[in-house]
Nanobody, 121 residues
Framework: QVQLVESGGGLVQAGGSLRLSCAVSGRIFSINTMGWYRQAPGKQRELVTIITSGGSTNYAESVKGRFTISRDNAKNTVYLQMNSLKPEDTAVYYC???????????????WGQGTQVTVSS
């Protein structure tokens, strides 16, 4: 059973910072791309940022310069450091991972349960 467990969400004032973590557990061979998506009320889920197994990153324009993604491959964990938070960053943040589970199961996408981030003005 593969699980992605997120932590670190909460309530913060505008201009503040939060750090999200997402740990992957279960029977896996390797982790390919990891990332974070978010979904605000009444809106579609959108990409925030991704990081490849080699460390290459990509960010949504709206978070460039404020958010930083990183990963610890030894811990199977991805992080999202969010600085200079704005009310429009309020959303449920979902961790994403593309995992290789061996020749029998191949490569699959997995999602965390989501963690609420609320930024007050």
């Amino acid at each position: 059973q593969v699980q992605l467990v997120e932590s670190g969400g909460g309530l913060v004032q505008a201009g503040g910072s939060l750090r999200l973590s997402c740990a992957v557990s279960g029977r896996i061979f390797s982790i390919n791309t990891m990332g974070w998506y978010r979904q605000a009320p009444g809106k579609q889920r959108e990409l925030v940022t991704i990081i490849t197994s080699g460390g290459s990153t990509n960010y949504a324009e709206s978070v460039k310069g404020r958010f930083t993604i990183s990963r610890d491959n030894a811990k199977n964990t991805v992080y999202l450091q969010m600085n200079s938070l704005k009310p429009e960053d309020t959303a449920v943040y979902y961790c994403y991972a593309n995992l290789f589970r061996g020749l029998k199961w191949g490569t699959e996408d997995y999602w965390g349960q989501g963690t609420q981030v609320t930024v007050s003005s």
